[in-house]
């Protein structure tokens, strides 16, 4: 590096840790809680048996928004999720899902699911390729209700704007395979 070259900002340390947020608090988004978690990895598998119905499905749109947000422009990021299925709008669910991988691909996300078929997940955690497991005690459904359908509303576009539900985090850093070998 030159003298005239001007220094790389410097990436955030990143470090295990646990957080509890309150009921109702604001200021939070998947960006600032998931985004350096998830940054550099080149494939995510989200587990949460409670991605069916539609707002559940829309917060893991906004999921993938957030790996979109912290990947270069350039790279593929593969984001895999097990779920179950909707025992009444599985169809819809479907389709849902088919709807969301076309759009992913387009910027750079390889977007894939499987339903559970043991009946017997309850964790929810998203696990990187570049060692990090993130527990959330209620999965990706973090937010109170808010009127998705008001345009005119911060809080429709911006998850910081929304109350939250009270719910805990843990981030833990892994083992890799290649490690120590």
Sequence with gaps: QGPSEPLAPAEPVLKEKHLTFQENQKGLSFDTLLGPYLKGAT????????IRLFYQVRNFMEFLETVVKHKAPDEEVSVHLVTTEDEFKGEQQKDNFEKMKESASAVGVNFTWEFDGTGTIHARHIVTDHGWKISLDRGLDIFQHYEMNDAFTFANRLQQY?????FEVTFIKQKLETEGE
């Excluded at 929304?162 to 009270?166: F, G, M």
């Design 43 to 50: 494939a995510i598998t989200v587990t949460d048996p409670y």
């Design 162 to 166: 929304r109350p939250c539900k009270a």
